[in-house]
């Protein structure tokens, strides 16, 4: 008996560094993985933060301008329509003109133009039409200067700058002005505060972060809605029957549906049988909202299964009638992870573009968008856009949106890993 | 071991002893439970008494916390489960087509096994009852049943300073006298209790058990149990469950000296359990 235990014992210590070994391993794969992705991470991230942080940062040159009546073609500074159709690019190039005096020729004057950007006309009309008073007087005010300048100000200190399509004489304005500190790096307004546009420097976010917002407001009110009653009405009272079954198999069926299917349904339904108008915030959102559903119902009715079936026979050992037990017991309980779905559902609808582009969020829309009808296009739609376009400048203005999407799923994610903390109650 | 599954053969007819009373509270007949095709409860008949204690006892899987849940349909709740048989509560049929489950729960309220307050306050948790059958229509009501059913719970003393704690923060046995409180709170006319103390601790249960004593005075009181000590100390009557089939019932007293039926005898001697 007592040979026959110690030799246990020996077999158990002699496994015992294997297994020790193997437990090791295991426990290596797992750090592996999770450092693999961490490097993906941070490779994405570089990658995107090294392009994009030079959209968040714009090159403005500083300019005196006199507001020259006859230039400007002003005879009565209170009339809107003289302020309306005054030649103020006329007064932004006698500026550039005085500052280089002895640049002559058309094609030499016309690429000294060519250093600001188009916005300097509307600088300079703000100014007007804020104080008509100014007419003749000499104002010094910063402006944009055109994207070309921009790229190159920035990679200038770079082994290859990038020059694009400026010529020598215009580099060397342009270093010139850089070393009297007449040309300064500032922060980009612009792109929080514009929409599109076809000139990269007075291209902005808004317009499409206003289309988000507002596509993720439509799909936020249908789809939480919906889907939470849906759930609610799966779960709690749907008899287990065939067509039950069917239903239950068809949304988890729908939830693995490629999104441009639900475009193309989209498409279909709101815009050519409905008849409704293309590119607005209303239609994305309720084509997000088909999209979104049967990710919410399933999240939520897994959040409604995991309420202890204790606390329900409680309530209805009280004499709560069905509604009571699920208003107040089921749904407070099943809230957090009802709200962590429809987040997650709501990120995901922020990043969609396929079915977006299949009822025409694609457009190129220079104006912001004021309410859920007017036409707008939204994030991950600009950057699609933008990304096309061959302009140096907007190569960055890519990255940059992408950082301000990435900043906005990192916010909605944080919101939601909070609303959970707070409302998670421990039983 | 041969003896006991030759003891649990014996055949069965009818229940032994005096399952029925004059004055009945409840009063079954023929109760027959079925989870699908499988049958739990056989031809169960009893009567129980007003301001009784029975104690229901019986192996597991006898069908004892079964047929209580019979009493406040709570069975209900379970997918597939059929009651078949007469059940009344003061002559008004239980599984009847024209009652209602709210007020019969209110008449007839239940506690669980394992102590489970709501997640929500201690005070809450009391007054869900009250207030989601409009019993008060003030604050000062609401706060006047929640200190009475604590008291009458024994847990008043212990929680009056922090009534607004998480009920889920309570010790175990305190959880389930709070759980006792919401019971009370609705003033039922009958208590249910399945297996009230199997989740606390010696000390947890001597306290309960106190309080069924004194709830007995104003309650009819239902108690399944595993402890035949328990059931010795707190009941009036006592029903003996095997497979689903009502073997006895009879004052406790006598159930535990000198049973009617071999099986019961065998039961309480420990020959199986």
Known sequence: MSKSTSSTIELVNK??????????????????????????????????IGKGHGAFTAHYVQIEVTLNASTLDIRDATDPEQLALADYQGVVKEALRTRFPEVTGRSDRRSLYALVSNSAGFAVQDILKADPTKLGSTVSLWVLVDDDVDTYAKSRDDAEPFIGRLSEKQIEWVETLIASGEIKSRFNRILFTNGDSREPEMAGIRGALLGSLYTLLVTLVLSFPIGVAAAMYLEEYAPKNRFTDFIEVNINNLAAVPSIIFGLLGLAIFINFFEMPRSLPLVGGLVLTLMTLPTIIISSRAAIKSVPPSIRQAAYGLGASKMQVILHHVLPLAMPGMLTGAIIGMAQALGETAPLLMIGMVAFIVDLPGSITDPATVLPVQIYLWSDSPERAFTERTSGAIMVLLGFLILMNTVAVLLRRKLERRW | MTTTSGIQDVPVNGTVGEPFVDSAKLSMRNVNVFYGEKQAIFDVSLDIGSNEVIAMIGPSGCGKSTFLRCLNRMNDTIEGCRVVGSLNLEGEDIYGAKLDVVPLRARVGIVFQKPNPFPKSIYENVAYGAKIHGLVSKRTELDEIVETSLQKAGLWNEVKDRLDAPGTGLSGGQQQRLCIARTIAVSPEVILMDEPCSALDPIATAKIEELIAELSENYTIAIVTHSMQQAARVSNRTAYFHLGKLIEVNETEKVFTNPDHQLTEAYITGRFG
């Open chain 1, 15 to 48: 496994n015992l560094k294997k297994r020790y070994r193997a437990e090791k391993r295991f426990r290596a794969y797992g750090i592996l993985s999770i450092g693999f992705g961490l490097l993906c991470l941070v490779v994405l991230f570089t990658d995107i």
